[in-house]
T-cell receptor, first 111, second 116 residues
Framework: DAKTTQPPSMDCAEGRAANLPCNHSTISGNEYVYWYRQIHSQGPQYIIHGLKNNETNEMASLIITEDRKSSTLILPHATLRDTAVYYC????????????FGTGTSLTVIP | GAGVSQSPRYKVTKRGQDVALRCDPISGHVSLYWYRQALGQGPEFLTY????????KSGLPNDRFSAERPEGSISTLTIQRTEQRDSAMYRCASSLVYGSNTDTQYFGPGTRLTVL
């Protein structure tokens, strides 16, 4: 399974866009990029996922580079409630649906 | 139910005792997963089921840990002869289908296990 690398922490001003990077240089062609977040001690919450095209939903946008070796999660207008740990995960292909989480990026939204 | 539920939410036990943690997945979800999460770390995969069949238990730390899902719905994670290092948050997740890279997992609130 491909490994991911994320910065351990980031700050973002409230109302501004939060751009969270992730490197996954060893990703294979049929592996998807998923983003989850975890607020306080709650269970991880699904945000978005993609294969090679950029994706957008009501929560965020996902930008995947053409070579698929990195991606960026964008929260367009960060609020205080977006303060959380964000996990970038590459889905293991053909071995089931388990996720391998890393340590993620701790995002703090500053008033 | 509306979401994945787990019980108990908190469990305190003495070293050497056995514990059973329960997970009730979202109704109709085929796949069920168990994770363990230490403080400050991301969830660590333990095992998962498709229906009642245990597909992968490679993440179970040792043979004191076991899991079952006899009727393809509720699952129980059992830890025998607990040790202090077993203290962690144990999380369960379920997903609607298996065999697809695009399916998403929905997590429960977790069981906080403390071994004294």
């Amino acid at each position: 399974d491909a490994k991911t690398t994320q910065p351990p922490s980031m700050d973002c001003a409230e109302g501004r866009a939060a751009n969270l990077p992730c490197n996954h240089s060893t990703i294979s062609g049929n592996e998807y990029v998923y983003w989850y977040r975890q607020i306080h001690s709650q269970g991880p919450q699904y945000i978005i996922h993609g294969l090679k095209n950029n994706e957008t939903n009501e929560m965020a946008s996902l930008i995947i580079t053409e070579d698929r070796k990195s991606s960026t999660l964008i929260l367009p207008h960060a609020t205080l409630r977006d303060t959380a740990v964000y996990y970038c995960i590459v889905r293991v292909a053909n071995t089931g649906n388990q996720f391998y989480f890393g340590t993620g990026t701790s995002l703090t939204v500053i008033p | 139910g509306a979401g994945v539920s787990q019980s108990p939410r908190y469990k305190v036990t003495k070293r050497g005792q056995d514990v059973a943690l329960r997970c009730d997945p979202i109704s109709g979800h085929v796949s069920l997963y168990w994770y363990r999460q230490a403080l400050g770390q991301g969830p660590e995969f333990l095992t998962y089921f498709n229906y009642e069949a245990q597909q992968d238990k490679s993440g179970l730390p040792n043979d004191r840990f076991s899991a079952e899902r006899p009727e393809g719905s509720i699952s129980t994670l059992t830890i025998q002869r607990t040790e202090q290092r077993d203290s962690a948050m144990y999380r369960c997740a379920s997903s609607l289908v298996y065999g697809s890279n695009t399916d998403t997992q929905y997590f429960g609130p977790g069981t906080r296990l403390t071994v004294l």
